[in-house]
């Protein structure tokens, strides 16, 4: 189970990874708005805005994910697992959902997760969910997350 939840948190990473990289962005002005909703969040205390977000939520599944594009450098926020209802969620590696930050450039990434953290999702319906998270990864801090997500 633990490994499904990787994998399609992987897939997600990947996803947006590659919606990030197309042509059509504006590298230098980036926003935390997309089509696709927002996501932002404080890393090690240094602000972090999405510029491409993704997100689906299939069979009580929520996948979502945003990665930051400037130039060649992207850091992403990726939080896949068991959501069926708003409450609050663990995120560990043990709870069924897996939070990962992940950044680096080219075929060079580093993808931590999260070892504690908390995903409270305060809306969700067929079209999209919002909420906050925070979580602690091996050497980041995710604090003050947000994200109000469209799926697709």
């Known amino acids: 189970m633990k490994r499904f939840f990787l994998f399609v948190c992987l897939v997600i990473a990947g996803a947006v990874f590659a ?13 935390n708005t997309t089509g696709n909703g927002s996501m ?4 090690n205390n240094a602000a972090w805005s999405a510029t491409t977000v ?14 930051q594009i400037s130039g060649s450098e992207n850091r992403q926020i990726n939080i896949a697992g068991m959501i069926a209802a708003t409450g609050k969620y663990s995120l560990n590696p043990f709870s069924g959902i897996v939070a990962t930050y992940s950044f680096g450039s080219g075929t060079s990434v580093t993808s931590k997760t999260a070892t504690s953290g908390e995903l409270n999702v305060t809306s969700l319906s067929s079209s999209g969910a919002k909420g906050t998270f925070n979580f602690q990864t091996d050497g980041y801090g995710v604090t003050e997350g947000t994200f109000d997500v469209k799926f697709k």
């Open 19 to 31: 919606a990030g990289c197309s042509s059509d962005s504006d590298d230098s002005n980036p926003t």
């Open 40 to 43: 932002s969040a404080k890393v």
């Open 54 to 67: 993704q997100a689906v939520w299939t069979s009580n599944v929520l996948n979502m994910g945003g990665a």
